[in-house]
């Protein structure tokens, strides 16, 4: 298949079973967006990460013929912002379980090769265990994940663009402001935006960027994560203030540009055959243990 896509991406939702049906027989990709319904800060909607996400996926899903946009998945894991009004959580193990029955119900159906595209950093390591859990079940799928900030296109523009530097995009500053303005700049209230770096952060801990960058006298990053009221005042993690629709622009071609990236490899990535090592006549159902059930 080609990258000649229209201007629309294909959507799963939209196909009747016979056309399902085909897209897996021809050997569609399967894009699946996953976003959250949280706070982000006093200026932004609690939509952002699935407004971001969705924007990111679906310019990237048209420019193909062989790829699917799936709907997104709506809520994520945000327990640890449960301290600030909006947000909805999703139980960690139901959120995994949820994702790995949609892909295992796309696998089902035919289809070798799910990407799970992220908008949500909390969801980020669930979203690893449940593609890898995916592929225990179904040895012949690839289903791979990735979070958009994480994209080397977005961090080396936002290298090259952005004002507030180092943490100024952690949650709901910069970045993800910018972009959302581009996007839905009459929803935008930057009266209410906010600088909010006041939280806690030493060499090692709390030095949380969206696009990886540190300070200079920072050094090995290690996870702690607790109630968002006792790192943030407003919401934010970072500078809202700087924020700009022209950022926001340049930051969702970046992205929209290395997902088209990630599409071409991952549509010819090879899928490889288990090739068990043991001596002995090992039988598949001897690994019903380590798939999930």
């Known amino acids: 298949m080609s990258c000649d896509g229209g201007s629309v991406p294909r959507r799963y939702d939209e196909l009747t079973w016979p056309e399902v049906d085909e897209a897996a027989e021809d050997g569609a990709m399967a894009v699946v967006p996953v976003g959250a319904t949280e706070d982000h800060g006093p200026h932004l909607p609690l939509d952002v990460d699935r407004r971001i996400v969705e924007a990111v996926c679906e310019p990237a899903v048209a420019a193909r013929d062989d790829a699917l946009l799936f709907p997104t ?8 912002h449960m301290d600030f009004p909006g947000g909805i959580t999703i139980r960690w193990r139901t959120f995994v379980d949820y994702v790995v029955d949609v892909c ?5 159906h035919g289809f070798e090769r799910v990407l799970l595209v992220n908008g949500h950093g ?6 690893e265990l449940a593609s890898r859990q995916v592929m225990l079940q179904y040895p ?4 791979a994940m990735l979070s958009w900030w994480e994209i080397d296109e977005v961090r080396e523009t936002a290298s090259a663009v952005r004002e507030a530097g180092p943490q100024g995009s952690a949650h709901a500053g910069e970045m993800e402001t910018s972009i959302y303005m581009h996007l839905y700049p009459e929803r935008v209230d930057m009266d209410a935006a906010a600088r909010d770096v006041d939280y ?8 949380l ?3 990886g960058q540190t300070r200079p006298e920072d050094s090995t990053p290690v996870t702690m994560l607790g109630w968002w009221s006792t790192i943030s005042e407003t919401g934010i993690l970072g500078d809202a203030t700087v924020a700009s629709t022209e950022t926001g622009e340049l930051l969702l071609e970046a992205a929209i540009e290395g997902l088209g990236s990630v599409l071409k490899e991952f549509a010819e990535y090879p ?12 039988t598949d159902r001897e690994y019903d243990p380590f798939r999930p059930r």
């Open 73 to 80: 998945v709506n809520h994520g894991y945000l327990p640890h």
């Open 104 to 108: 295992v119900s796309l696998a089902h």
């Open 122 to 127: 909390s969801n980020h390591h669930l979203l």
């Open 271 to 282: 899928i490889r055959s288990i090739d068990d090592r043991h001596a002995r006549t090992v």
């Open 200 to 207: 806690p952060e030493s060499r090692h801990f709390n030095n």
């Open 209 to 211: 960027d969206l696009a």
């Open 140 to 143: 012949s799928v690839r289903c």
